[in-house]
C-alpha cells in the first residue's frame, strides 16, 4: 500500500480508517514495543531502583518534551520531508511565551502566542518547502538558524525566569498521581493520532509520503497539505516549549538545541520509514519510551556519560538497520 | 521472527551496559554511604580537574563517588533530569555544578523532598530562585568569580598604566560565574579614566567562538591593545586570532580559569595574564562537606577557595 509503482491514486476509499500502516507496520510496532519490554525487564534485574512507581512516572515525565516534540516530526517524516528546525522553534515558542508572562500578560494569552508563533514559524517552514520548491532539510536548516537568532535577539540573549504557580502547574501538577507533562503528552498523542487515521489530511499525510506524485494527479493539493504538515511540527514543538519552559521556570533562548536529533531517532526506532508513508504515532511514543527509559536506565546504574552516547546511538542504529534488513527480505 | 531480532538486539545492549556498570563499581559497595557529582561536563579540564579531587577526597573518606554530567554543557533540562534519577537510586548526598543558576532549583528542591543534602559546587544557584522555591542548601563551594574579575581588572590597571582600549569576552549571557567575572572586571576598571572598553561580546565559553568573535572584534576597533576573557578557553581562541592579524604580543590577554594551555601561553608571551581557580580542591571540599552534611553537621554557608593571578612570574612554578 505505501510504494506505488504507477500513477495510480492511492486514496480511493476514504471511509476506510487508517489505510496505510497494514500489516508490516504492526509487526514492526510489535516489535519496538517488545524491544521496550526487554529492556525494561533488562534494567529491572539489574537494578533495584528501576521498577518503582515513582521511577516510572520519572521516567515517562522526561520522556514528555521529546515524545512530543516527536509527534510533529512523525507527521512531516510520514510526508517524506524532513524538519531540523524544532529544537530552535521550542526556543522561540518558550521565550514568547515566557516575555509575555513577564509583562504581565494572562496565561491564556501567553500560551496562545506561543502556539501561534510555533504554528506560524512551521507554516513559514512548509510555504518555503511546498511554494519555494526548497528541499526540507534546507528550509529547515535555514528555519533552525533563524528561529535560534530570532529567540537570542527577542531575550538579548538572557534567560526569562520565574514565573506564577498558576503556570508552573503544568509541570509541577499530578493528577492521581500522573505528572502533568505526562497528561499534556498523552492528550496531544491522542489528538495526533485521530487526525492522522480519521481525517482526510492525515490520510493525505501518507499518501504525499507513499506516492506524491500519483496524490497530486489524484487532485490532492499538495502544497496546502505540505505546508499544514509543517504547521503540525510547529504547533508540537511550541507544545513541548510550554512544558520545557513550566518544567525549568525559565525560557531559555538556547534551549532545545539538538531537540531535532532524539526527535528523530524517536520517530525512527518507532519504525517511522524516513522515505516516508510508512509508520505510526504509537510506534514513535514507543521509540521515544525506549529512548527515555535508556538514559535513565544508564544513569540508575551509573554508567559514564560518554559510555551512554556510545549506547544511544548503537541503539538508533540497530533500530533502523532491522528495518532495512526486513524490508529488504519482503 | 521479527519482534526476535528486537528483542535480542536490545537485550544485547542491556547486557552491554550492566558490564559497563559492574567496571564502574557502582554496584556491590551498597554498605558505602554514596555520594553524587554532576558536573556540567566531563570534557573540559576543568571540570576533569574537580572530579579527580572529589574522587580522592572520596576514597579517603571511604565513600563511594556516582559522576554524571549531561552530554551538552548548556542543557539544563538534561542536568535536572539526572539529578532525578539519581534520587530515585537513594543517593546519601549530592553534590552539583548548576547547568542553569535559575532552572536547576527545581531539581534540588526534589532533593530537598527526598531528604538528599545539597552541595553547590562552583556555580551558585540563584538566590531569589531559591528562596522563591523555599530551597535548603548546605553550603556553597567555589571561588568568589566577583573578586577573581576584580583581580583581573587590576592586573590590567597596573600593567597598562591606566590607558587601555579593552575588549571583553563574555561567556554564555545569565551564567553567574561569567556575569560576576564580568561584573567584577568592570567594577575594577570603572574609575579609570583611561581605560575604556570598546567591545564587550559573549563567546559562548568556546574556542572557536573566542576566535571568530575576536576577529570581528578586531575588524571593527582595529585600536583594541587589551582584552579579558571570562575563560581561558576563549582567549585562546582570541590568541590565535590575534596571530592572525599579526598583532601577537602587541595586545595584552588576560584569561581566567589558568588552564594548562593557558600557562604555556603564558610562559611564552602571548598572553598576559590569568586567574587561577582551583578544581581540584573544590572537588575535594565538595565531597568532604557533603560527608559532614550527611553526619548532620552544619556547615557554613559559604566555603571559598583561593584564587590567584599566573603571570610570567608563576606560570611556570604553578603548573
Known amino acids: ?330 | 521472527m521479527r519482534p526476535m531480532r528486537n528483542t535480542l538486539v536490545l537485550v544485547l545492549v542491556a547486557a552491554c551496559a550492566a558490564s559497563a556498570c559492574n567496571r564502574g563499581g557502582a554496584t556491590g559497595e551498597a554498605a558505602k554511604p554514596r555520594i553524587a557529582l554532576v558536573l556540567k561536563t566531563l570534557n573540559h579540564p576543568f571540570f576533569v580537574d574537580m572530579r579527580r579531587g572529589a574522587q580522592a577526597a572520596a576514597d579517603r573518606l571511604g565513600v563511594t563517588l556516582q559522576v554524571q554530567a549531561a552530554e551538552r554543557e548548556v542543557d539544563v533540562e538534561k542536568q535536572m533530569q539526572i539529578v532525578e534519577n539519581l534520587i530515585q537510586t537513594g543517593i546519601q548526598a549530592l553534590c552539583i555544578t548548576p547547568s542553569g543558576s535559575r532552572e536547576i532549583v527545581s531539581a534540588l528542591a526534589k532533593a530537598n523532598d527526598a531528604r538528599v543534602p545539597v552541595v553547590v559546587v562552583d556555580t551558585r544557584v540563584d538566590e531569589k530562585a531559591a528562596a522563591a522555591a523555599g530551597l535548603r542548601l548546605e553550603t556553597f563551594v567555589g571561588s568568589d568569580n566577583y573578586e577573581g574579575g576584580r583581580l583581573a581588572g587590576g592586573y590590567l590597571l597596573k600593567m597598562s598604566g591606566g590607558k587601555a582600549r579593552v575588549a571583553i569576552l563574555e561567556g554564555i549571557p545569565g551564567h553567574e560565574t561569567g556575569d560576576s567575572r564580568l561584573r567584577g572586571f568592570r567594577d575594577a576598571v570603572k574609575d579609570a579614566s583611561g581605560v575604556s572598553i570598546v567591545a564587550s561580546q559573549p563567546a559562548n565559553w568556546e574556542r572557536d567562538q573566542g576566535f571568530n568573535v575576536f576577529q570581528n572584534m578586531l575588524q571593527a576597533h582595529p585600536d583594541i591593545d587589551s582584552m579579558f576573557a571570562c575563560s581561558d578557553l576563549m582567549a585562546l581562541g582570541a590568541i590565535e586570532a590575534i596571530a592572525a592579524a599579526g598583532k601577537t604580543g602587541r595586545i595584552r590577554v588576560i584569561g581566567f580559569d589558568a588552564l594548562d594551555d593557558a600557562r604555556k601561553a603564558i610562559e611564552a608571551g602571548t598572553m598576559a595574564a590569568s586567574v587561577a581557580q582551583f578544581p581540584y580542591e573544590m572537588g575535594q571540599v565538595a565531597v568532604e562537606s557533603a560527608v559532614k552534611a550527611i553526619r548532620g553537621e552544619k556547615l557554613p554557608a559559604d566555603m571559598k577557595v583561593r584564587l590567584e593571578l599566573v603571570t610570567k612570574d608563576n606560570a611556570a612554578a604553578a603548573r
Open chain 1, 1 to 330: 500500500m505505501t510504494k506505488i509503482a504507477g500513477p495510480v491514486p492511492p486514496v480511493r476509499d476514504p471511509g476506510r480508517p487508517s489505510p496505510t500502516p497494514g500489516r508490516f507496520a504492526s509487526a514492526r510496532q510489535f516489535g519496538t514495543v517488545i524491544g521496550l519490554v526487554a529492556l525494561s525487564t533488562g534494567l529491572w534485574i539489574l537494578t533495584p531502583h528501576f521498577l518503582t512507581v515513582s521511577n516510572l512516572l520519572n521516567v515517562v515525565e522526561q520522556t514528555s518534551i521529546n515524545a512530543i516534540v516527536a509527534v510533529g516530526l512523525t507527521f512531516v517524516i510520514l510526508s517524506g520531508g524532513i524538519d531540523l528546525s524544532v529544537g530552535s522553534l521550542v526556543a522561540l515558542s518558550g521565550v514568547v511565551l515566557g516575555s509575555l508572562l513577564h509583562a504581565g500578560q494572562p496565561l491564556a494569552m501567553a500560551l496562545a502566542a506561543a502556539l501561534v508563533v510555533g504554528a506560524a514559524s512551521g507554516v513559514a517552514n512548509g510555504a518555503l518547502v511546498s511554494w519555494g520548491g526548497l528541499p526540507p532539510f534546507i528550509a529547515t536548516l535555514g528555519m533552525m538558524s533563524i528561529a535560534r537568532g530570532a529567540a537570542l535577539v527577542f531575550t538579548e540573549g538572557r534567560p526569562v525566569s520565574g514565573f506564577e504557580p498558576a503556570f508552573r502547574v503544568l509541570a509541577t501538577g499530578r493528577v492521581a498521581l500522573i505528572p502533568a507533562p505526562v497528561i499534556v503528552m498523552v492528550l496531544t498523542y491522542i489528538v495526533a493520532h485521530l487526525v492522522l487515521t480519521r481525517t482526510t489530511f492525515g490520510r493525505y499525510v501518507y499518501a504525499i509520503g507513499g506516492n506524491e506524485e500519483a496524490t497530486r494527479l489524484s487532485g490532492v493539493s499538495i502544497r496546502f497539505h505540505k505546508t499544514m504538515v509543517y504547521g503540525v511540527s510547529g504547533v508540537t514543538s511550541a507544545i513541548a516549549a510550554i512544558i520545557l519552559t513550566a518544567r525549568l521556570n525559565s525560557a531559555q533562548p538556547i534551549a532545545g538545541m539538538m531537540y531535532e536529533l532524539d526527535a528523530i531517532a524517536a520517530t525512527v526506532i518507532g519504525g517511522t520509514s524516513l522515505t516516508g508513508g510508512e509508520g505510526t504515532l504509537g510506534g514513535t511514543l514507543v521509540g521515544a519510551l525506549i529512548m527515555g527509559v535508556l538514559r535513565n536506565g544508564l544513569n540508575l546504574l551509573g554508567v559514564s556519560s560518554f559510555l551512554q552516547q556510545i549506547i544511544i546511538g548503537a541503539v538508533i542504529v540497530v533500530a533502523v538497520l532491522v528495518d532495512t534488513v526486513l524490508k529488504r527480505r519482503r
